[in-house]
């Protein structure tokens, strides 16, 4: 079985300031990792995946992210953030079954002014 | 662009109702699920399908049924609704050959009184 941690249930930044996302998961399988985020009132959208090769992942609107699987983490970065980032961002992993994606708690991510 | 919609985005209904929730999708995709969010829990996956008038349970049933008549619709039923049933409730489609990327609908926002 998977399980995912996200160690920060809230983040507030101010704008264009660095930010970073944490997630750890644990598995007994190999895992792809991804990152979503959902904007007020929407459903989630894809930030961006890891599945296989280059550790440093890139995304949607200058998000990264880097698979360390010694340390079974992938932190979602930005290094500048916009008011616009304020949003929920949801770490999850699949492993065995890909049909079954296994979520974070969830970060609350406040970009103030 | 993928599109998944939902019937309702609010929804209010009593104790003892049985309870429909709709979703399509646009994309011929095979895969569709359902999961609820709840604050502090992330998402929970409820049903999921692979195919026409296939359903395989996933993380939380109990409570609930699924109907996949057609490819593009799958349907989300609460026999009789119950208060524990307050949620947001996202629909989300996927292709077969890349079952974890997932598209997500706008969500509904079931109340049960």
């Known amino acids: 079985a998977q399980s995912v941690t996200q160690l920060d249930s809230q983040v507030p930044v101010f704008e264009e300031a660095p930010v970073e996302l944490r997630c750890n998961y644990s598995?007994?399988?190999?895992?792809?990792l991804f990152w979503y985020v959902q904007y007020p009132n929407q459903g989630l959208q894809l930030l961006l995946k890891?599945?296989?090769?280059?550790?440093l992942v890139k995304g949607i609107n200058g998000f990264e992210a880097e698979f360390n699987k010694s340390q079974t983490s992938f932190h979602l970065r930005k290094p500048s953030v916009h008011i616009s980032d304020t949003a929920e961002y949801f770490c999850a992993v699949t492993g065995g079954s890909n049909y079954k994606l296994t979520f974070g708690k969830g970060t609350l991510l406040t970009v103030n002014p | 662009d993928v599109k998944v919609t939902q019937s309702s985005r609010y929804l209010v209904k009593r104790t003892g109702e049985k309870v429909f929730l709709e979703c399509v999708q646009d994309m011929d995709h095979e895969n569709m699920f359902w999961y609820r969010q709840d604050p502090g829990l992330g998402l929970r996956l409820i049903y999921f399908s692979y195919d026409v008038k296939m359903k395989e349970k996933g993380d939380i049933p109990e409570g609930y049924s699924v109907s996949r008549e057609k490819k593009e619709r799958f349907s989300l039923i609460l026999e009789s609704a119950s208060t524990n049933q307050t949620s947001m409730y996202l629909c989300?489609?996927?292709?077969?050959?890349?079952?974890?990327?997932?598209?997500f609908g706008p969500g509904t926002r079931l109340t049960v009184t």
């Open positions: 989300a489609s996927s292709p077969t050959d890349l079952p974890y990327e997932q598209y």
């Open positions: 598995s007994s399988v190999s895992v792809y």
């Open positions: 890891y599945l296989s090769g280059s550790t």
